[in-house]
Each structure stands twice: as structure tokens, then as C-alpha cells.
């Protein structure tokens, strides 16, 4: 919904006249525009962003888990942006710090592949095989998981 005056994402009062956001939001958009090959437009951060808030809670969820998000710089919970996939046209989801540093690279469809294979397995009752052979697929792929997948300086997800 767009209402005059009212910040196209979370619906709190403008920041500024000429703003679409109220200031949360905006920084939160500027985050992510800013970044160095990342080439969202405002429009599709600010979509993913209004997808993620929760009005009634007043807070930003994990798109793939709902927990609640943090703008605690660095915590674990800290609102992070993620490609969903490994091209721009797969989008751009809102996600936890430590969510993000699990899914690393994985598309959308391997890491929800991945985390129940792997929470079987962790749990003695899954197939070992089966999630080896989803790990070394990912592997065989070149798209072995760096440092930088977890950890960036400037707070963004990967
Ligand atoms: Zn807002």
C-alpha cells in the first residue's frame, strides 16, 4: 500500500519530504545500493525489504526462517541482504547474519536441499550419502564457499 507522506516499506512517517522512506529504511536501501556489483535497483531493495517487515511485530524477519531481525551491527540476528541465487534475476532476499554465513552461496532450492539433509543426518537418522553427495555437487560447480561468503566488512550478505 502507498500512502502520502508514509515510507514506502514499514508505513512510518517520511523522513524527509522529498524521501520514499522513512530513515531506517532509506539507510537500510543505501546499504545495499552502494554495494560494489551488487546492481539491485532501489525499487527491488525496497520490495524485499517490505516483504520481509512485519508491521504488527515492527520488525524485519528472515525471509527463509521468519526469526526476527536485529540492527545490531554484527549479531548474529543482524538484517542482512542475500542473492537468493547465483544470478541477479534469482532476487535479492532479506536474511539473518548467521542464516546467511550457513547458506554461503547455495541457491535457494540447495539450501533448502541441504538443511534437512543435513539436520537428519546430525540427528543419526539420515542418509550420510545422500548429503555427500549434495555437498561435493556444490563443489564440482566451482562454487566452493569463501571467507567473504560469511564475513564482509561493510555488513552485507553475500
Ligand atoms: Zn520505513
Known amino acids: 500500500m502507498k500512502r502520502d507522506g508514509f515510507c514506502l516499506v514499514c508505513e512510518d512517517p517520511r523522513h524527509h519530504a522529498c524521501a ?29 525489504l517490505r516483504r520481509s517487515w512485519d508491521g504488527e511485530a515492527r520488525c524485519f524477519r528472515c525471509e527463509y526462517t521468519g526469526i526476527k531481525l536485529s540492527d545490531v551491527q554484527h549479531h548474529p540476528a543482524e538484517l542482512v541482504f542475500d542473492h537468493a541465487g547465483p544470478t541477479k534475476s534469482d532476487g535479492l532476499r532479506i536474511t539473518a547474519r548467521l542464516i546467511n554465513c550457513i547458506k554461503t552461496t547455495l541457491s535457494e532450492a540447495e539450501f533448502y536441499e541441504l538443511v534437512p539433509a543435513l539436520a537428519s543426518v546430525l540427528a543419526g537418522e539420515g542418509d550420510r550419502d545422500a548429503l555427500e553427495k549434495l555437498v561435493y555437487a556444490h563443489v564440482q560447480r566451482g562454487r566452493t564457499p569463501t571467507a567473504e561468503d560469511c564475513e564482509t566488512p561493510d555488513s552485507q550478505g553475500s
Open 20 to 48: 520514499v522512506c522513512c530513515r531506517r529504511c532509506q539507510d537500510l536501501v543505501e546499504r545495499v545500493e552502494t554495494r560494489v556489483g551488487l546492481a539491485f535497483s532501489a525499487g527491488t531493495i525496497r520490495e524485499a
